[in-house]
C-alpha cells in the first residue's frame, strides 16, 4: 500500500452504509477497496435484488466485519438506509463509531472521496456533510444535470439555502443524528431531500464538501428516472411550504385588520401622515406578532434559534413597515385612493421581497 493509499486516519470511526439493487461485480472490489483503507465496519442492504446477484452478496458477507441485509422485495433507497441505520443502532455502535458515510453502490464515488467525508465530519462533528460533484462538466448525462438543478433551485427558492447538490448519495451523519434520520419521511430517492428539508427546520448544521464527478456509460446503471424520480421529490420540498404559507396568510389578514381599523375607525378625521403612521405600527405590530406566534406553533424552521430570531424578526417587521408606510402615504397623498387597499397591494409585494429575506437571514442556521 503506497502513500496514496494508506488507511484514512479517521475511517476507523465510520461505518460505511450501501444500499444496493441489482449492484455489479465491481461492488466487491469497491468494498475490498474501502477496507483497505481502513473502514472496517460495512453494511451493505440487498434492497430486493433478483437472483442473480445472489453471488454478489454472498462474497460480501463472507468478508470480515462485512454486514449485509436483506429486503426481500424492492423498498426504496430511503427504506434501505434506514434499515442500515436502524441496526447501527440495535447493534449499540453509536457508542463506537462517531459517524456512517452513506456511499452508492453504482461506483459514482471515489474510495479517496469516501475517506475525505471522513475527515470533513471528523473537522464537522455536528454536521450532515454533503458531498457535492460539479454538474458543469461536460461527462455529468443531461438527466442528471436537470434533477439537480430542478430541486437546488426550488430548494434555494424555498428553504433559502443554495446546496450545489442536492441528490448527492455521498453523505456522511454523525452518530447524534442516527436516530433522528429513521424518524424522516420517505422511502425512496424523495428521502434524501426530505432529509435536507428537515435538517433546515431542524437548525442541523450542513456542510459541503467537493468531491470527484465520477459518471460509467452515461449513468446507465443508475436507478433514478429524471420524471418519475423527480416529481416525488419536488413535492417534498413543495408540502413543507403549508405551514410557512398558512402563517403567513393568517398574520396578513390580522395586519390588514388591525390597519383598517386605525385607518376607517379609532383615528379617523386625523391627518393622513399620523393616521397612516399609526395603523402601519399597529399592523406590523399585529402581524409580525401573530407570524412569529405561528412559526413558533408550526415550527417554520428551527426553534433552536428563536431568541436571536426574535431580535432579527422584528428588525425585519420594522423594516417592512417604514417600507410599506412611504408607499401608502406616497401613494394615497398622490391618489386620494382608500389607504386599505393601497396597503394591502404594498404589503403583497413586500411579502414577496419578505419572503426571499426570512430564509435567508431570519432564521440562519450555523454553516
Given at each position: 500500500?503506497?502513500?496514496?493509499?494508506?488507511?484514512?486516519?479517521?475511517?476507523?470511526?465510520?461505518?460505511?452504509?450501501?444500499?444496493?439493487?441489482?449492484?455489479?461485480?465491481?461492488?466487491?472490489?469497491?468494498?475490498?477497496?474501502?477496507?483497505?483503507?481502513?473502514?472496517?465496519?460495512?453494511?451493505?442492504?440487498?434492497?430486493?435484488?433478483?437472483?442473480?446477484?445472489?453471488?454478489?452478496?454472498?462474497?460480501?458477507?463472507?468478508?470480515?466485519?462485512?454486514?449485509?441485509?436483506?429486503?426481500?422485495?424492492?423498498?426504496?433507497?430511503?427504506?434501505?438506509?434506514?434499515?442500515?441505520?436502524?441496526?447501527?443502532?440495535?447493534?449499540?455502535?453509536?457508542?463506537?463509531?462517531?459517524?456512517?458515510?452513506?456511499?452508492?453502490?453504482?461506483?459514482?464515488?471515489?474510495?479517496?472521496?469516501?475517506?475525505?467525508?471522513?475527515?470533513?465530519?471528523?473537522?464537522?462533528?455536528?454536521?450532515?456533510?454533503?458531498?457535492?460533484?460539479?454538474?458543469?462538466?461536460?461527462?455529468?448525462?443531461?438527466?442528471?444535470?436537470?434533477?439537480?438543478?430542478?430541486?437546488?433551485?426550488?430548494?434555494?427558492?424555498?428553504?433559502?439555502?443554495?446546496?450545489?447538490?442536492?441528490?448527492?448519495?455521498?453523505?456522511?451523519?454523525?452518530?447524534?443524528?442516527?436516530?433522528?434520520?429513521?424518524?424522516?419521511?420517505?422511502?425512496?430517492?424523495?428521502?434524501?431531500?426530505?432529509?435536507?428539508?428537515?435538517?433546515?427546520?431542524?437548525?442541523?448544521?450542513?456542510?459541503?464538501?467537493?468531491?470527484?464527478?465520477?459518471?460509467?456509460?452515461?449513468?446507465?446503471?443508475?436507478?433514478?428516472?429524471?420524471?418519475?424520480?423527480?416529481?416525488?421529490?419536488?413535492?417534498?420540498?413543495?408540502?413543507?411550504?403549508?405551514?410557512?404559507?398558512?402563517?403567513?396568510?393568517?398574520?396578513?389578514?390580522?395586519?390588514?385588520?388591525?390597519?383598517?381599523?386605525?385607518?376607517?375607525?379609532?383615528?379617523?378625521?386625523?391627518?393622513?401622515?399620523?393616521?397612516?403612521?399609526?395603523?402601519c405600527v399597529v399592523s406590523a405590530w399585529t402581524g409580525s406578532l401573530a407570524r412569529?406566534?405561528?412559526?413558533?406553533?408550526?415550527?417554520?424552521?428551527?426553534?433552536?434559534?428563536?431568541?436571536?430570531?426574535?431580535?432579527?424578526?422584528?428588525?425585519?417587521?420594522?423594516?417592512?413597515?417604514?417600507?410599506?408606510?412611504?408607499?401608502?402615504?406616497?401613494?394615497?397623498?398622490?391618489?386620494?385612493?382608500?389607504?386599505?387597499?393601497?396597503?394591502?397591494?404594498?404589503?403583497?409585494?413586500?411579502?414577496?421581497?419578505?419572503?426571499?429575506?426570512?430564509?435567508?437571514?431570519?432564521?440562519?442556521?450555523?454553516?
Amino acid at each position: 500500500m503506497n502513500s496514496a493509499e494508506a488507511a484514512s486516519p479517521h475511517s476507523a470511526s465510520s461505518i460505511i452504509i450501501i444500499p444496493a439493487l441489482e449492484p455489479a461485480q465491481a461492488l466487491v472490489k469497491y468494498v475490498h477497496d474501502l477496507r483497505a483503507r481502513g473502514f472496517s465496519q460495512i453494511v451493505v442492504v440487498d434492497d430486493g435484488s433478483s437472483p442473480a446477484c445472489a453471488g454478489i452478496f454472498a462474497a460480501l458477507a463472507e468478508l470480515r466485519d462485512c454486514v449485509v441485509l436483506r429486503h426481500e422485495v424492492n423498498r426504496g433507497k430511503g427504506a434501505a438506509l434506514k434499515t442500515a441505520l436502524r441496526h447501527c443502532l440495535q447493534q449499540g455502535w453509536q457508542q463506537v463509531y462517531r459517524r456512517v458515510i452513506m456511499v452508492d453502490a453504482d461506483g459514482q464515488h471515489a474510495v479517496e472521496d469516501v475517506c475525505s467525508m471522513a475527515r470533513a465530519s471528523h473537522e464537522h462533528p455536528d454536521a450532515y456533510v454533503l458531498g457535492i460533484r460539479d454538474f458543469n462538466q461536460e461527462i455529468v448525462p443531461a438527466r442528471s444535470r436537470f434533477g439537480n438543478r430542478l430541486t437546488s433551485g426550488a430548494f434555494h427558492l424555498f428553504y433559502g439555502r443554495y446546496l450545489r447538490d442536492t441528490q448527492t448519495g455521498l453523505r456522511a451523519l454523525p452518530a447524534s443524528l442516527w436516530r433522528w434520520a429513521t424518524e424522516v419521511a420517505g422511502d425512496r430517492f424523495e428521502y434524501e431531500t426530505n432529509c435536507l428539508v428537515q435538517a433546515m427546520k431542524r437548525g442541523i448544521p450542513m456542510a459541503e464538501m467537493p468531491i470527484q464527478t465520477l459518471y460509467f456509460d452515461r449513468n446507465a446503471g443508475t436507478h433514478y428516472r429524471t420524471l418519475r424520480d423527480s416529481w416525488p421529490i419536488f413535492k417534498v420540498l413543495i408540502s413543507h411550504l403549508g405551514a410557512y404559507a398558512l402563517a403567513g396568510a393568517i398574520s396578513s389578514v390580522l395586519a390588514l385588520a388591525a390597519f383598517a381599523w386605525v385607518d376607517l375607525a379609532w383615528l379617523k378625521g386625523v391627518g393622513d401622515a399620523a393616521r397612516i403612521l399609526a395603523a402601519c405600527v399597529v399592523s406590523a405590530w399585529t402581524g409580525s406578532l401573530a407570524r412569529l406566534l405561528l412559526h413558533w406553533l408550526f415550527r417554520v424552521r428551527t426553534e433552536r434559534n428563536m431568541t436571536d430570531a426574535t431580535v432579527k424578526f422584528y428588525l425585519l417587521a420594522a423594516g417592512q413597515m417604514l417600507a410599506s408606510y412611504l408607499v401608502v402615504l406616497a401613494v394615497h397623498s398622490v391618489t386620494g385612493w382608500t389607504a386599505v387597499w393601497i396597503k394591502l397591494v404594498a404589503d403583497v409585494a413586500l411579502a414577496i421581497v419578505g419572503y426571499q429575506i426570512h430564509p435567508r437571514w431570519l432564521f440562519r442556521t450555523h454553516r
